[in-house]
């Protein structure tokens, strides 16, 4: 298994809504919310324009994604949205490597506190094995996620 990493484009929204509902929604509910979300239409609490999505592949099939955005949420430059990995796909370094990869364009961006809602404590130990740390009650945060930047 040899997975790539590239920007995800509007083709692969039913792939990223899937992934989605699998932990929580539909399809049906998922896909234009992210498509909104990649537009710029829909927007998270203080969000601003710039966000990127990337996909994970193995061959022509999404197993993972992750979506962030700049933000001025909880004092924070930006915000990582969403990530799934496909259940198979799991514990295989991909999700981790997604969280590189879009550290790497936060560090672009020149945005280096990153937010994120962990949501379960498997998220909230994910997050602080790869260098996230608690912000209060409800959120973590990298205070330099650049520093996962090879």
């Not at 990493?5 to 539909?26: F, K, M, N, V």
């Not at 061959?59 to 969403?82: F, N, S």
Request: proline share 4%; glycine share 10%; hydrophobic share 40%.
């Amino acid at each position: 298994m040899e997975i790539r990493y590239r920007i995800a484009t509007e083709t692969d929204i039913p792939s990223l809504a899937g992934l989605r509902a699998l932990t929580r929604g539909t399809v049906e509910g998922w896909a234009p919310y992210i498509a909104g979300y990649m537009e710029g239409i829909n927007n998270p609490q203080k969000a601003l324009a710039p966000r990127a999505v990337y996909a994970a592949m193995d061959d022509e099939k999404v197993v993972g994604w992750i979506a962030g955005h700049l933000t001025k949420r909880l004092g924070c430059d930006g915000e990582l949205q969403w990530i799934d990995v496909a259940p198979e796909y799991r514990r295989k370094g991909i999700a981790s490597e997604l969280v590189k990869l879009l550290a790497g364009w936060f560090a672009g961006q020149n945005a280096s506190k990153i937010c994120v809602d962990p949501g379960n404590d498997d998220s909230r130990k994910f997050y602080a094995a790869n260098g996230a740390e608690n912000l209060n009650q409800h959120w973590m945060y990298w205070e330099d996620i650049t520093i996962l930047v090879e």
